[in-house]
């Protein structure tokens, strides 16, 4: 099956400067890869995703980029502020109303 | 608005008893229901794919006989912790698709004492 995995597992970055959160997979057959940022106590928000036919998806303050013959995707915040304080997971899965494999998850803290 | 909708939020229950918790997707039919199950300071881990109809999929090394799933209409799926354990402790939350987007239940805080 699907295998995911997410580095670092912990990240402090000062306001204002900009964060990257990696992830890999295994299955070359996942086109579908969301990132969730999950607030204590709280369900999965989805912030950004990105499906296998593009390489970039931009949406404000946040980026998703693929290589899928890397089998890698990353996830970056610019321009960092408190409230992007939280746990992001990224995941992946064969698309279309396939399950999601989450990877590990990364502790984002802003310093302000 | 509110996409899936998860009940109870929050339950304590004594060890040996039995915790339903229920899914519901608001105002369209889900064939499909993901069950995941999120422990302190992990990741959420697929316990089980609910299908509409018939048996539920479930993930290695998760007890069928432990976690019932009921997935009687297109808008209901419930899960049954069954003989609750303090090790069954954890967040459970439901998934579901709309538009090929993966949405969540609120999340169900279960405490076994």
């Known amino acids: 099956g699907e295998n995911v995995e997410q580095h670092p597992s912990t990240l402090s970055v000062q306001e204002g400067d900009s964060a990257v959160i990696k992830c890999t997979y295994s299955?070359?057959?996942?086109?579908?890869f969301p990132w969730y940022k999950q607030e204590l106590g709280k369900r999965p928000q989805l912030i950004i995703d990105i499906r296998s036919n593009v390489g970039e998806k931009k949406d404000q303050r946040i980026a998703v980029t693929l290589n899928k013959t890397a089998k890698h995707f990353s996830l970056h915040i610019t321009e960092t502020q408190p409230e992007d304080s939280a746990v992001y997971f990224c995941a992946a899965s064969r698309g279309g109303n396939e399950k999601l494999t989450f990877g590990t998850g990364t502790r984002l803290t802003i310093i302000p | 608005g509110a996409v899936v909708s998860q009940h109870p939020s929050w339950v304590i229950c004594k060890s040996g008893t039995s915790v339903k918790i229920e899914c519901r997707s608001l105002?369209?039919?889900?064939?499909?229901m993901f069950w995941y199950r999120q422990f302190p300071k992990k990741s959420l881990m697929l316990m089980a794919t609910?299908?509409?109809?018939?048996?539920?999929?479930?993930e290695q090394g998760v007890e069928k006989d432990k976690f019932l799933i009921n997935h009687a209409s297109l808008t209901l799926s419930t899960l049954t912790v069954t003989s609750a354990h303090p090790e069954d402790s954890s967040f459970y939350i439901c998934?579901?698709?709309?538009?090929?987007?993966?949405?969540f239940g609120q999340g169900t805080r279960l405490t076994v004492v």
């Open positions: 609910s299908n509409e109809g018939s048996k539920a999929t479930y």
């Open positions: 998934s579901v698709y709309r538009n090929l987007e993966a949405f």
């Open positions: 299955d070359s057959a996942s086109n579908y």
């Open positions: 105002d369209f039919q889900a064939t499909t």
